[in-house]
């Protein structure tokens, strides 16, 4: 068992950056590939981001590709999201998630959840 707890979330104005972290206890992070998914009002839970165990191999959304990073600290076990030029379309509640094994990047892959962090970017 793993628990999450994101922070790093805020209000900003669309061009600005915000840095996520995701704090992992109860179990070391390298056991699990980890990701970053966002979710909007009325919207479905979507993916944005995800890192191997090593930190070796990522892969970005293509909403977000070019715009935000994925990181990990096993070392801390910690994982972020460097978000850059924000566009009001970036607001939702952002997830941090774990998962065992690298099957597909949908939500259900992943068994471990944070609580989530709200990102408000205002146009």
């Known amino acids: 068992q793993v628990q999450l707890v994101e922070s790093g979330g805020g209000l900003v104005q669309a061009g600005d950056s915000l840095r996520l972290s995701c704090a992992a206890s109860?179990?070391?992070?390298?056991?699990?590939?980890m990701g970053w998914f966002r979710q909007a009002p009325g919207n479905e839970r979507e993916f944005v981001a995800v890192i191997s165990r090593s930190g070796g191999t990522t892969y970005h959304a293509d909403s977000v590709r070019g715009r935000f990073t994925i990181s990990r600290d096993n070392a801390k076990n910690s994982v972020y999201l460097q978000m850059n030029s924000l566009k009001a379309e970036d607001t939702a509640v952002y997830y941090c998630a774990a998962r065992s094994a690298p099957y597909s990047n949908t939500p259900r892959e992943f068994a471990y959840w944070g609580q989530g962090t709200q990102v408000t970017v205002s146009s």
């Open positions: 109860g179990r070391t992070l390298s056991n699990y590939d």
